[in-house]
């Protein structure tokens, strides 16, 4: 057990604001310096609650995937998120959460979570830590933005507007997804203000509207599997990826949309629509499935006949019969051409506040090495709030947790050291 580190005149005070992985983390490296006295400020009344429920999925905390292709998930971010993850990559996090007493495993999908699947245990085990380090937790108080004197404002449980004083202050209040959570994207302006740069918040890792027909919208709930998705973004690069995903009422979702929600959103933003085709049949040749379409059918059914001979039927018909005129289903080369590429245009991106995650935030032009804020020294941002992204498969709670480190390292190069 760590040693209690008490308050101390000759320290200098640091604020953090917004208690998820990121500043837990930067409180953490705050704490284990010893150089300062740490006080964390969330809005709500307990931390880590986006960090509980990632839980009910498993928690996935990271990927086992080598380095380098690990690295290229974050796209044109990559570089400048390198330097978080060569300090605390996929191992790092395995191995800080092995000495949170929790063990961890390595999925079929090279995903790693929990030995008990849980996020619960992990963050009570951490949070313990914390407060053994000396870490003060202030909940209830929500960011109101900084003093003239430049010190971070709070609106506490009580409704008064209190100042924290403090030697430097590190923002890590998220993007603008689960904004019941408490990530709500309401610093923005207050961040514009102070001459910071603010790339638009948009989804990410998001599902995406079509217009459904009503009787294609009957169908909500179920999911496509196996398929494969192919589609381009607005470079012209092609992305081509095999997964499953959710018909919704309104449109599509689940793991495969999430994986393509970059390139589906720029090109909606780039040209107000998203193409993507969809093999549902990756299992079977163009050639098998012209010859199984062509095949004599009797008495039968087109419905039944592709059931027989292609194990076609459910949403995945229901999805042939939402694109294809009637005379081209009855097309065999046409109907099987859609079977093997089947088109489908988006139509917008669902809200930001039903999204996984958020793209855009701070830019890059606005921080320095070490993530403070070019226009306000002494101010660090981490996380979310910053302007990247990542898919779901553990990425983006490393990199959270890896720039909770960095941003706790450069405020600890910038304090004056005592």
């Not at 284990?32 to 400020?41: C, I, K, N, Q, T």
């Not at 400048?80 to 996090?93: M, S, T």
């Not at 990542?390 to 720039?403: R, V």
Request: hydrophobic letters at 45%; a positive charge.
């Amino acid at each position: 057990m760590r040693p209690v580190t008490p308050p101390s005149p000759s320290r200098p005070r640091v604020a953090l604001v917004g208690g998820g992985p990121a500043g837990l983390m930067a409180a953490e490296v705050l704490a284990a310096s010893g150089r300062v006295d740490v006080h964390l400020y969330d809005a709500k009344p307990s931390v880590g609650r986006k960090f509980l429920l990632a839980g009910k999925g498993g928690l996935n905390l990271t990927h086992s995937e080598a380095f380098e292709p690990f690295l290229a998930r974050f796209g044109a971010e990559a570089p400048q998120i390198e330097p978080w993850l060569r300090a605390f990559d996929g191992e790092a996090v395995r191995a800080w959460a092995r000495e949170l007493g929790v063990e961890t495993f390595v999925g079929t999908s090279g995903r790693v979570f929990p030995a008990d699947l849980k996020a619960a245990p992990l963050l009570r085990a951490w949070l313990h830590r914390l407060r053994q380090a000396g870490v003060h937790f202030h909940m209830r108080h929500r960011w109101l933005g900084f003093s003239a004197s430049g010190q971070p404002r709070f609106a506490n449980a009580q409704g008064e507007v209190i100042e924290a004083p403090c030697q430097a202050t590190l923002l890590a209040l998220g993007g603008a997804s689960w904004p019941q959570l408490g990530s709500d994207g309401a610093w923005v302006p207050e961040l514009q203000r102070l001459g910071a740069q603010v790339t638009p918040l948009q989804p990410a890792n998001c599902g995406f509207d079509v217009g459904w027909s009503a009787k294609l919208a009957e169908h909500a709930g179920e999911p496509v599997k196996p398929v494969i998705l192919h589609t381009v973004d607005s470079n012209g690069q092609a992305f081509s990826r095999q997964g499953e995903f959710v018909v919704t009422a309104t449109g599509v979702e689940g793991s495969l949309i999430y994986a393509a929600s970059r390139p589906l959103r720029e090109a909606l933003n780039a040209t107000g629509q998203a193409r993507i085709e969809l093999d549902l049949l990756p299992q079977h040749s163009p050639e098998r499935v012209l010859a199984e379409v062509k095949h004599p059918r009797g008495s039968r059914s087109l419905g039944s006949h592709l059931k027989s001979r292609l194990g076609l039927g459910g949403v995945k018909a229901a999805l042939l019969h939402e694109v294809l005129s009637r005379d081209e289903m009855l097309n065999a080369a046409v109907l099987a051409e859609r079977i093997k590429r089947l088109p489908l245009i988006l139509k917008a991106p669902r809200p930001v506040a039903e999204a996984i995650s958020t793209a855009g935030g701070v830019a890059w032009a606005s921080l320095d090495d070490g993530l403070m804020l070019r226009a306000c020294p002494g101010v660090f941002c981490a996380g979310e709030m910053l302007d990247w992204e990542a898919p779901t498969g553990g990425y983006l709670l490393t990199a959270s947790f890896a720039s909770g480190r960095a941003a706790a390292h450069g405020m600890l190069r910038w304090l004056p050291q005592g």
